[in-house]
């Protein structure tokens, strides 16, 4: 009697099971709707309108006006692609510099080459990274392309090290080392082999980085780094109206919301993409 698609053929360490949606479905509904409002927010933004007393509520404006008598609800379409570009911006970045950094520094048998690239990183790793973007914004005035640069910056090496110490443990399988003994390039083991060993590492890094990269530019944009401080933004918003937080609530619950919903929804689907059916029995290593 042939076997059932969910059992395990013997033989095999793969577990045949399907994998549930569902897992995505909780994540894609928390990180849809802010999502939608950076990408077409100020698409449906409108013009701007003569301004209202500040604190207010009704007069057809939804969640009232702001402190300086703005429709909340028009500033809310307008204030989310700011934070959203600029923390997808900076996540990339870092990961273009660490990930070769820690690859290199993983594969090489040159002690020297691998101080030389790592030790460099821990001294920016001592220094706090908002104290690190508080002293360079004193020094200078970055805009949106600067604030992404600086937490990209702070956040190389921290991902440096993760990136470093995950390749390390494939670095080390007997499948790199027949890899060399066949004349195989550095490229093809390097990205071919030792990369995709450590996907799922990165994935996982990847949610979690991404949360710590929202708070750094919110934080930023909230002691009014990098942006205008009557600028339309999520973070700039939750700063600049808590002063009417028990008189209009809806200046500052409906911004620190959307920013909520988009780091929680980024690590529920990042969750959801590692989750594997079969669990660890069905892990198999990457082929060479």
Not at 119 to 140: Q, Y
Not at 162 to 186: F, H, I, K, S, Y
Request: net charge positive; with cysteine.
């Amino acid at each position: 009697m042939n076997p059932a698609p969910s059992t395990r053929v013997a033989g095999s360490c793969a577990v045949v099971r399907p994998r549930r949606p569902g897992r995505y479905a909780l994540g894609l509904a928390v990180i849809s709707v802010p999502l939608v409002l950076a990408v077409l927010g100020p698409v449906f933004a409108g013009d701007p309108g003569t301004r209202a007393a500040s604190f207010t509520l009704g007069d057809g404006h939804w969640f009232g006006t702001d402190f300086v008598g703005r429709d909340v609800g028009r500033q809310v379409l307008l204030g989310g692609r700011p934070v959203v570009l600029t923390a997808l911006a900076a996540t990339a970045l870092a990961y273009l510099v660490a990930l070769p950094l820690g690859l290199i520094a993983a594969l090489t048998h040159r002690r020297w080459l691998e101080e030389t690239l790592m030790r460099p990183l821990d001294v920016v790793l001592a220094v706090p990274s908002l104290l690190l973007i508080l002293l360079v914004a004193s020094v200078l005035t970055p805009g949106a392309v600067g604030l992404a640069l600086l937490v990209a910056l702070v956040n190389v090496p921290d991902a440096a090290r993760m990136v470093r110490a995950a390749a390390a443990e494939a670095a080390a399988r007997p499948a790199v080392e027949a890899l060399r003994m066949q004349g195989e390039t550095w490229w093809r083991t390097a990205v071919g082999y030792v990369g995709r060993s450590i996907l799922r590492t990165l994935a996982a890094d990847a949610g979690t980085r991404l949360t710590g990269v929202l708070y750094l530019v919110a934080t930023a944009a909230f002691l009014g780094v990098g942006v205008a401080p009557d600028a339309a933004d999520w973070a700039v918003m939750v700063d600049r109206n808590r002063t009417g937080l028990y008189v209009q609530p809806w200046a500052v619950v409906v911004p620190a919301l959307l920013i909520v919903a988009l780091t929680t929804g980024s690590n529920l689907l990042c969750d959801a993409a590692l989750h594997k059916p079969g669990g660890r029995r069905g892990e198999r290593e990457p082929r060479p």
